[in-house]
């Protein structure tokens, strides 16, 4: 555990004492439980959701409507019982997010800001070992992942883990070691504010190989395109590359972490060879398009 990681770990026992303690009924929170799920980040809607059977929802933290009551009536709907986990991307920034500034408009960024993604609109590359950018994620009074914890979530999705292989690739030595500490962070301030917090990475699989506690302090990994949807939606992904992928997550699996995997496929033949193969592995499938905007139910793979 490097000297940064233990000082984030103890700022966050400081500041969480101004925080009021949440009631969870964390003796719920059963990960090892989940054996289906959706995630739908964009248009999602509670009183939908809730008829689903689904054992696990990830959505953006916009589904609680701002109301606490809303997760907690999803938590515990008629669909039947679910945990409830909320999406935030630590590598990358959004400019539609609350924390986005109007005088940061016409690229007079903040000194933490790199380069626009090239893939997504609006959003943009971050140096997340940044003081200031640690502060809007996590160790600020108005901190992003203590407004998940206070609105009721079970967990969180941290987007864009792999910003450690970017920053790399760049010549930033220090990328791996310090995206860890990053996250090992989240997630004991977390715990420390609501026991036994999911937290969940997108990608990134090979971090959690090379720091071991890293792969201890997560709940699991969420994979996008292991079977389809690389470099094409709707199409299988490259043998060899879906082969390297699988020996590493095989290992998060013998660590007793939950893999969940989301192919981007709506080719019936496609979703049902994804589901198998996965389920065959220990993972927990779905098949979505890369918007991931529908509430979508697979024929012949109904949640239970």
Same mark, same amino acid.
């Given at each position: 555990m490097t000297k940064r990681l233990i000082f984030l770990i103890l700022l +966050?026992?400081?500041?969480?004492?101004?925080? &009021?303690?949440?009631?969870?009924?964390?003796?719920?929170?059963?990960?090892?439980?989940?054996?289906d799920y959706i995630i739908q980040l964009q248009r999602a809607r509670a009183n939908q959701l809730d008829a689903t059977a689904y054992d696990l929802v990830i959505s953006d933290i916009a589904l609680s409507g701002n109301h606490r009551e809303v997760i907690e009536d999803l938590r515990n709907s008629e669909g039947g019982p679910k945990l409830v986990v909320a999406y935030m991307s630590i590598g990358q920034a959004a400019k539609f997010q609350y924390y986005w500034k109007p005088e940061w408009k016409n690229g007079n960024w903040p000194d933490w800001v790199g380069e626009a993604d090239e893939t997504w609109a609006g959003d943009v590359w971050v140096n997340y070992w940044d003081p200031t950018w640690q502060e809007i994620i996590l160790t600020g009074p108005d901190a992003y992942i203590d407004q998940i914890i206070d609105l009721g979530f079970d967990g969180v999705l941290l987007d864009r883990v792999d910003a450690a292989t970017y920053f790399r690739e760049q010549g930033h030595a220090t990328a791996y070691q310090e995206m860890?500490?990053?996250?090992?962070?989240?997630?004991? $301030?977390?715990?420390?504010?609501?026991?036994?917090?999911?937290?969940?990475?997108?990608?990134?699989? #090979?971090?959690?190989?090379?720091?071991?506690?890293?792969?201890?302090?997560?709940?699991?990994?969420? &994979?996008?395109?292991?079977?389809?949807?690389? @470099?094409?939606?709707?199409?299988?992904?490259?043998?060899?590359?879906?082969?390297?992928?699988?020996? +590493?997550? #095989?290992?998060?699996?013998?660590? $007793?972490?939950? &893999?969940?995997?989301?192919?981007?496929?709506?080719?019936? #033949?496609?979703?049902?060879?994804?589901?198998?193969?996965?389920?065959?592995?220990?993972?927990? @499938?779905?098949?979505?398009?890369?918007?991931?905007?529908? +509430?979508?139910?697979?024929?012949?793979?109904?949640?239970?």
């Open positions: +966050m026992g400081l500041l969480g004492q101004g925080h &009021v303690s949440t009631a969870q009924e964390t003796s719920t929170r059963d990960w090892a439980a989940i054996n860890a500490d990053f996250v090992m962070a989240i997630a004991s $301030h977390a715990r420390e504010r609501s026991p036994n917090f999911g937290v969940f990475t997108i990608n990134g699989e #090979d971090i959690g190989l090379q720091f071991p506690d890293y792969l201890e302090a997560v709940t699991g990994i969420l &994979v996008e395109d292991l079977y389809y949807g690389y @470099p094409r939606d709707h199409a299988a992904s490259p043998p060899e590359w879906t082969a390297e992928r699988e020996a +590493m997550l #095989d290992q998060w699996v013998a660590a $007793h972490k939950i &893999v969940l995997t989301v192919d981007y496929t709506l080719i019936p #033949d496609q979703i049902d060879d994804a589901y198998t193969r996965s389920t065959a592995r220990g993972y927990v @499938p779905y098949c979505a398009e890369r918007g991931l905007s529908r +509430m979508l139910i697979h024929e012949g793979h109904e949640p239970d």
